[in-house]
């Protein structure tokens, strides 16, 4: 994910600054040091540390500890927001294979509306845009064009690219990258796991985002193309049945006629020749909690059967071995081979990890010619104890055979030194190896190895010697400057961070390197140029804005009162917070970091409110514009952090991503949740943490996961438990001014069901009339208790009574409700945005043109137009003016 705001807070050139916030960088200046700095000076080392708590079962997840920052480290956060991105979607129970396809299918036969979506964020996002250069923001970085996270690249040597988003679908380059085309958009899962074409040259479509562990979005299978040059993905495409429906796939590897994958659900493999027919199970370590089993309703059941990659002799294909394991470390985690017709753990390989405390997360590549195996190995034991990274190694075998022998040839000590950005203890080269890491050799050369992890780093001899021509950003660097008419000082541009996969292809007849990773696709030629320090010279961002797999969680829209029309902004999974101003062809970054909740003020888009991970609030009244005074001159950052108390208790006190809102009736009241239920009345004035008041205590292990405000009556939906094992949830209610709270009752219990509360909308002209809309899936595909069924509630006496309006609605996870000025309603879901017109009962879908995509959250904005924050295919906008029985019409 990428540099951060707080999140990645690691490099402060010569000041070495801990995470105080705004107040510790002024008082830091204001002391004398006035020496130039990178962005935010809490950057500082911060994402290294991680903590490990049981969930049973030997499932096991990074949390954030609580701490004084309202931060975590990146490591965290992101194991932690994957966590609780897949709660919603799963708690109380599993989900069972087939329910996100059931829901496309009905998808499919429902009525549109008339109108159709806008694009707006189809353009170039400039993360070193130097018109945002505040305290807050990571502008100068290095990262240039981004999007959001590419999982899958495949290329072949026509200068053909193929591109996968994490959430996005499969987009085709003609023109060695750019210039780019969606071809995946009919698929019913566009969350890729990988891409890879075969001796035949079709293109293999993994669905289900390959992040190990419980990922945010599964998928329903793996598709063939068989002329990817021109044609698109259908679903009758799909190889085989539905086995694989409902997993993530981590691999797919080719031995002859056989395609092997690793899956969140075991290793399979089908035949390439026939695609009809049903995927074989090879194995499972764990069978009963498979799909059948007599543990599938288990809830550590996702985590136990868990497979990472495949490596197969190609010399004898006989000879497969594979890589077994939760990151988080079980008894099964191991390497695999077949001995005397069943799968066993194998041992006395050589260097490569094989016992279940070191297996964890493993990537293989092969060399062209046989004559090279290499692996990157992250390891459960070291990521619970060695706070400085997860890496346990890279290996080769020297001639090839997944059965070794297999040496080390780096650790993350080696990799640090070999000019990774990553220097501070706590944050160093493999510190997310759980969750970046690729490798590819050169095709021409099997001693040329390009290896991914938080950084990009390449060796050209084997191993011997390692250099970064990708470093994680280049704030740490002498060349560093924060000179606006640079991009990133005299250094050369890098990379995105946080690496998820490579290719390599041909264009005009020169090989290029492809990287993705959470800030989109990156090219450079395959033998490339590097300064002295072992930096690329050469990296070209293929994100010209015509591939937009950005994942907002969040939009905002105000009045442009400079330029006419409006503003738009929101937060970013590791894309900070984009603003797109009304004359801009090119977006930019304000915030740096995860972006998370947003709020902008309807009558001016330069107020706004930016969150960034578990409640840590920040605002601007200027768009964020600044040139990078504030460095030397502190008193000229018009970034201010305003962070309820909850921040400081980090996952304890928050959600990763916790909801913000103002009152619907007043701009300048705003509520936050947390544990607590924080209201402030200042609006964008406000300047510290210290202004919000404390409303009410959700209760010990309570979290907010949806606030909602109107003329001061205040709704609040909590969950707590919130993962399988204990889940519970509910709703309060009471005054912004801390009174009238109570929580609802037995009526909640009996009419809503036991899944997560995901959005409020309260009625402007009635406080007590409000509709809320609930996360997960109905008891038909939820195993465990009190699924219940419905996606969307409506209460006309504040809640103290509840109707299921869900009607013909596909069940899908529901995200997100608006009620129009019209009366209709909007519903934003996993798949779709959905329409009840005034007065009726059904459901429709809203438009055409807007891609399947979860769509996290829908505003109004004061161009009359809805705006759809999707989670990977960016910002799109529909005027509700076209809506039959609309109030403009």
Same mark, same amino acid.
């Given at each position: 994910?990428?540099?951060?705001?707080?999140?990645?807070?690691?490099?402060?050139?010569?000041?070495?600054?801990?995470?105080?916030?705004?107040?510790?960088?002024?008082?830091?200046?204001?002391?004398?040091?006035?020496?130039?700095?990178?962005?935010?000076?809490?950057?500082?080392?911060?994402?290294?540390?991680?903590?490990?708590?049981?969930?049973?079962?030997?499932?096991?997840?990074?949390?954030?500890?609580?701490?004084?920052?309202?931060?975590?480290?990146?490591?965290?956060?992101?194991?932690?927001?994957?966590?609780?991105?897949?709660?919603?979607?799963?708690?109380?129970?599993?989900?069972?294979?087939?329910?996100?396809?059931?829901?496309?299918?009905?998808?499919?036969?429902?009525?549109?509306?008339?109108?159709?979506?806008?694009?707006?964020?189809?353009?170039?996002?400039?993360?070193?845009?130097?018109?945002?250069?505040?305290?807050?923001?990571?502008?100068?970085?290095?990262?240039?064009?981004?999007?959001?996270?590419?999982?899958?690249?495949?290329?072949?040597?026509?200068?053909?690219?193929?591109?996968?988003?994490?959430?996005?679908?499969?987009?085709?380059?003609?023109?060695?990258?750019?210039?780019?085309?969606?071809?995946?958009?009919?698929?019913?899962?566009?969350?890729?796991?990988?891409?890879?074409?075969?001796?035949?040259?079709?293109?293999?479509?993994?669905?289900? *985002?390959?992040?190990?562990?419980?990922?945010?979005? +599964?998928?329903?299978?793996?598709?063939?193309?068989?002329?990817?040059?021109?044609?698109?993905?259908?679903?009758?495409?799909?190889?085989?049945?539905?086995?694989?429906?409902?997993?993530?796939?981590?691999?797919?590897?080719?031995?002859?006629?056989?395609?092997?994958?690793?899956?969140?659900?075991?290793?399979?493999?089908?035949?390439?020749?026939?695609?009809?027919?049903?995927?074989?199970?090879?194995?499972?370590?764990?069978?009963?909690?498979?799909?059948?089993?007599?543990?599938?309703?288990?809830?550590?059941?996702?985590?136990?059967?868990?497979?990472?990659?495949?490596?197969?002799?190609?010399?004898?294909?006989?000879?497969?071995?594979?890589?077994?394991?939760?990151?988080?470390?079980?008894?099964?985690?191991?390497?695999?081979?077949?001995?005397?017709?069943?799968?066993?753990?194998?041992?006395?390989?050589?260097?490569?990890?094989?016992?279940?405390?070191?297996?964890?997360?493993?990537?293989?590549?092969?060399?062209?010619?046989?004559?090279?195996?290499?692996?990157?190995?992250?390891?459960?034991?070291?990521?619970?104890?060695?706070?400085?990274?997860?890496?346990?190694?890279?290996?080769?075998?020297?001639?090839?055979?997944?059965?070794?022998?297999?040496?080390?040839?780096?650790?993350?000590?080696?990799?640090?030194?070999?000019?990774?950005?990553?220097?501070?203890?706590?944050?160093?080269?493999?510190?997310?190896?759980?969750?970046?890491?690729?490798?590819?050799?050169?095709?021409?050369?099997?001693?040329?190895?390009?290896?991914?992890?938080?950084? +990009?780093?390449?060796?050209?001899?084997?191993?011997?010697?390692?250099?970064?021509?990708?470093?994680?950003?280049?704030?740490?660097?002498?060349?560093?400057?924060?000179?606006?008419?640079?991009?990133?000082?005299?250094?050369?541009?890098?990379?995105?961070?946080?690496?998820?996969?490579?290719?390599?292809?041909?264009?005009?007849?020169?090989?290029?390197?492809? +990287?993705?990773?959470?800030?989109?696709?990156?090219?450079?030629?395959?033998?490339?140029?590097?300064?002295?320090?072992?930096?690329?010279?050469?990296?070209?961002?293929?994100?010209?804005?015509?591939?937009?797999?950005?994942?907002?969680?969040?939009?905002?829209?105000?009045?442009?009162?400079?330029?006419?029309?409006?503003?738009?902004?929101?937060?970013?999974?590791?894309?900070?917070?984009?603003?797109?101003?009304?004359?801009?062809?090119?977006?930019?970054?304000?915030?740096?970091?995860?972006?998370?909740?947003?709020?902008?003020?309807?009558?001016?888009?330069?107020?706004?409110?930016?969150?960034?991970?578990?409640?840590?609030?920040?605002?601007?009244?200027?768009?964020?514009?600044?040139?990078?005074?504030?460095?030397?001159?502190?008193?000229?950052?018009?970034?201010?952090?305003?962070?309820?108390?909850?921040?400081?208790?980090?996952?304890?006190?928050?959600?990763?991503?916790?909801?913000?809102?103002?009152?619907?009736?007043?701009?300048?009241?705003?509520?936050?949740?947390?544990?607590?239920?924080?209201?402030?009345?200042?609006?964008?004035?406000?300047?510290?943490?210290? *202004?919000?008041?404390?409303?009410?205590?959700?209760?010990?292990?309570?979290?907010?996961?949806?606030?909602?405000?109107?003329?001061?009556?205040?709704?609040?939906?909590?969950?707590?438990?919130?993962?399988?094992?204990?889940?519970?949830?509910?709703?309060?209610?009471?005054?912004?001014?801390?009174?009238?709270?109570?929580?609802?009752?037995?009526?909640?219990?009996?009419?809503?069901?036991?899944?997560?509360?995901?959005?409020?909308?309260?009625?402007?002209?009635?406080?007590?009339?409000?509709?809320?809309?609930?996360?997960?899936?109905?008891?038909?595909?939820?195993?465990?208790?009190?699924?219940?069924?419905?996606?969307?509630?409506?209460?006309?006496?504040?809640?103290?009574?509840?109707?299921?309006?869900?009607?013909?609605?596909?069940?899908?996870?529901?995200?997100?409700?608006?009620?129009?000025?019209?009366?209709?309603?909007?519903?934003?879901?996993?798949?779709?945005?959905?329409?009840?017109?005034?007065?009726?009962? *059904?459901?429709?879908?809203?438009?055409?043109?807007?891609?399947?995509?979860?769509?996290?959250?829908?505003?109004?904005?004061?161009?009359?137009?809805?705006?759809?924050?999707?989670?990977?295919?960016?910002?799109?906008?529909?005027?509700?003016?076209?809506?039959?029985?609309?109030?403009?019409?």
């Amino acid at each position: 994910m990428m540099p951060p705001r707080h999140r990645r807070r690691f490099m402060t050139c010569a000041v070495v600054a801990t995470a105080f916030g705004l107040a510790g960088a002024q008082a830091s200046a204001a002391s004398g040091d006035t020496r130039p700095r990178p962005w935010n000076a809490r950057h500082q080392a911060d994402i290294g540390r991680q903590h490990v708590r049981s969930l049973g079962s030997g499932k096991s997840a990074l949390v954030a500890p609580g701490r004084d920052d309202g931060g975590s480290d990146e490591a965290e956060n992101s194991a932690e927001g994957t966590a609780q991105y897949t709660e919603a979607r799963t708690a109380p129970g599993v989900v069972a294979p087939g329910a996100y396809g059931a829901a496309w299918s009905q998808l499919q036969s429902m009525r549109h509306t008339g109108g159709g979506w806008d694009h707006v964020t189809k353009k170039p996002y400039n993360s070193d845009d130097p018109r945002y250069r505040d305290i807050n923001s990571n502008s100068s970085g290095g990262s240039g064009n981004v999007t959001g996270r590419i999982t899958g690249i495949a290329a072949d040597d026509q200068g053909y690219v193929y591109a996968g988003g994490a959430n996005g679908g499969v987009f085709r380059s003609r023109t060695g990258g750019g210039h780019w085309e969606p071809i995946a958009d009919k698929l019913p899962s566009l969350s890729t796991g990988t891409l890879a074409l075969d001796g035949s040259r079709r293109l293999w479509y993994a669905t289900g *985002e390959s992040n190990t562990g419980a990922t945010s979005y +599964v998928g329903t299978g793996v598709y063939v193309l068989a002329d990817p040059r021109h044609g698109r993905f259908q679903p009758g495409g799909r190889v085989g049945g539905a086995e694989l429906e409902s997993t993530v796939v981590h691999a797919l590897r080719f031995a002859g006629t056989t395609v092997w994958a690793a899956t969140s659900r075991g290793v399979w493999t089908h035949s390439t020749t026939t695609l009809s027919g049903p995927w074989k199970l090879e194995f499972a370590p764990n069978p009963d909690y498979l799909p059948g089993g007599s543990k599938q309703a288990d809830p550590s059941a996702p985590y136990k059967n868990i497979a990472n990659d495949i490596a197969v002799d190609p010399k004898a294909p006989d000879r497969v071995l594979l890589a077994v394991g939760w990151r988080g470390g079980d008894t099964y985690n191991g390497m695999y081979s077949k001995q005397g017709g069943s799968w066993k753990r194998v041992t006395g390989i050589g260097d490569l990890p094989s016992t279940s405390e070191d297996v964890g997360n493993v990537t293989f590549a092969a060399a062209a010619d046989g004559s090279r195996l290499y692996a990157v190995a992250q390891s459960p034991a070291q990521m619970a104890s060695n706070p400085d990274s997860g890496l346990k190694g890279v290996y080769v075998s020297k001639g090839g055979s997944p059965l070794g022998p297999w040496t080390q040839i780096a650790d993350y000590t080696k990799l640090r030194n070999s000019g990774s950005a990553l220097q501070s203890a706590g944050y160093m080269p493999g510190i997310q190896s759980w969750y970046n890491q690729f490798l590819q050799v050169d095709p021409g050369n099997a001693d040329h190895v390009y290896l991914g992890l938080e950084e +990009v780093f390449e060796t050209k001899n084997g191993g011997a010697s390692w250099i970064t021509p990708g470093p994680y950003w280049n704030f740490p660097f002498p060349c560093w400057s924060v000179d606006p008419a640079k991009q990133t000082g005299d250094c050369s541009p890098t990379t995105h961070s946080d690496q998820h996969a490579v290719a390599v292809g041909t264009y005009k007849g020169k090989p290029w390197v492809y +990287v993705g990773n959470d800030g989109g696709i990156y090219r450079r030629p395959l033998s490339g140029a590097v300064d002295s320090g072992g930096h690329a010279k050469d990296w070209q961002s293929l994100n010209d804005g015509t591939i937009d797999v950005l994942q907002f969680y969040s939009v905002g829209v105000g009045k442009d009162r400079n330029h006419g029309g409006v503003s738009v902004t929101g937060g970013l999974q590791d894309n900070g917070q984009s603003i797109l101003r009304g004359h801009d062809k090119v977006m930019g970054s304000n915030f740096g970091g995860d972006g998370g909740d947003t709020l902008a003020a309807p009558g001016n888009g330069c107020d706004i409110a930016a969150e960034y991970v578990y409640l840590d609030m920040w605002v601007t009244q200027d768009c964020g514009e600044n040139n990078g005074a504030w460095a030397t001159d502190p008193a000229k950052a018009t970034e201010y952090e305003v962070a309820p108390p909850d921040k400081d208790l980090g996952g304890a006190g928050a959600r990763f991503i916790a909801p913000i809102t103002s009152d619907a009736k007043d701009i300048n009241t705003w509520v936050a949740g947390g544990r607590h239920v924080w209201v402030q009345n200042k609006g964008f004035a406000i300047r510290s943490g210290a *202004e919000w008041k404390n409303a009410y205590d959700l209760g010990a292990g309570h979290v907010a996961t949806a606030v909602a405000a109107s003329g001061g009556t205040v709704y609040a939906g909590w969950c707590g438990p919130c993962d399988s094992q204990g889940f519970s949830r509910g709703i309060a209610v009471g005054k912004a001014d801390g009174t009238g709270w109570h929580q609802l009752g037995l009526p909640v219990e009996g009419a809503l069901p036991n899944r997560y509360i995901s959005g409020f909308e309260v009625d402007p002209a009635d406080a007590q009339h409000v509709y809320v809309a609930v996360n997960g899936f109905s008891r038909k595909w939820t195993e465990g208790p009190g699924a219940g069924s419905g996606h969307v509630f409506e209460s006309r006496d504040g809640g103290g009574n509840w109707t299921d309006i869900s009607a013909n609605l596909p069940d899908v996870p529901a995200d997100t409700v608006k009620l129009l000025p019209n009366g209709a309603l909007a519903l934003g879901t996993d798949l779709a945005t959905f329409y009840r017109p005034p007065g009726a009962s *059904e459901w429709q879908v809203l438009g055409t043109g807007l891609p399947t995509t979860a769509v996290l959250q829908l505003k109004l904005g004061p161009d009359n137009r809805l705006y759809a924050a999707t989670h990977g295919r960016g910002i799109w906008s529909f005027g509700i003016r076209r809506l039959k029985g609309s109030t403009n019409d």
